[in-house]
């Protein structure tokens, strides 16, 4: 099976799941895995394997409009070095910090490869679900897209310094819960927009129609080979940890002036398809 397949396993198995967060109790809970070999590029710092690793898990609290509140990370390696388990820690809490939240521990393991799996809390009486979004209803993103595919091309190119500062991702907490009482639907954009957005159409049993130009980070610009190769990084890649939202019309003004980051309108909510000026937008995204 692939990942979208097993997914829809789990579903059927368990009618909770399909958030980015469980819900108990006015509570919610998210959990993640990273590995070495597909998560974190050779050049990655610990400190940024730490930032990226717990901001992944506190970016899903956001996408329910949740207040973050703690985060607890596996730390499994062939070997446990002070300077590298430090300098994790040091990006688990930073990033933590950076949204209000407490980095509160975890688990030490062996393994035979560098893996991280973190869990991240959160607390609402009123998530945003994926399954709210109504036709007319406008499409937003926060900041910018393809950020880590601009990483990613960096890593490769030997620029460490460069792409570990593009990795470490501030999570949206504090724009979820601006948006927490205007979105009608919401989710992270880890998957890649144009994945996320055939996600949040398939929860909403509805469409959307997309229009450019889209909002691609400006460092896109300085690794994309051409016009096609800026869309894929930024439309299709992931990882950028984005929030993905729907928004009544009559409210996209009064959101754009609450949200404490950039929010750009890229569509609208139709009945059914999903378009990219006017032609179909593959549901291609971030597999694992």
Known sequence: ?????????????LPAAGDDCAVVDEQVITTDMLHDRTDFPEGTTRYTAGWRAVGASLSDVAA?????????????????EEGELSAFLDGATAVCAAVGAEYVGGDLDGHDEFTVAT??????DDPVRRSGAEPGD????????????????????GDTDAAN????????????RALAPHASAMLDSSDGLAR?????????????????????????EEVAADADDRRELGAFFGEDFELVCTVPEAEVATVQDATPCPLH??????????????????????SH
């Open 1 to 13: 099976m692939d990942e979208q397949t097993a997914l829809g396993v789990i579903g059927d198995r």
């Open 64 to 80: 329910m409009g949740a207040k973050a509140t703690a985060a607890v990370a596996v730390y499994a390696a062939p070997e446990f």
């Open 119 to 124: 869990t991240a809390l959160g607390e609402t």
């Open 138 to 157: 406008a499409v937003c993103v926060t900041g910018t897209l393809g950020r880590t595919a601009a990483a990613i091309r960096l890593f490769e190119r």
């Open 165 to 176: 500062e593009l990795f470490r991702f501030e999570p949206r907490v504090a724009a979820g």
């Open 196 to 220: 996320s957005v055939h996600q949040l159409c398939a929860a909403s049993d509805c469409g959307a129609a997309l229009t450019g130009p889209l909002p691609i980070d400006k460092r896109v």
């Open 265 to 286: 309108r890229v569509g609208t909510v139709t009945e059914s398809g999903v378009t990219l000026d006017g032609a179909a937008l593959p549901d291609r995204g971030y």
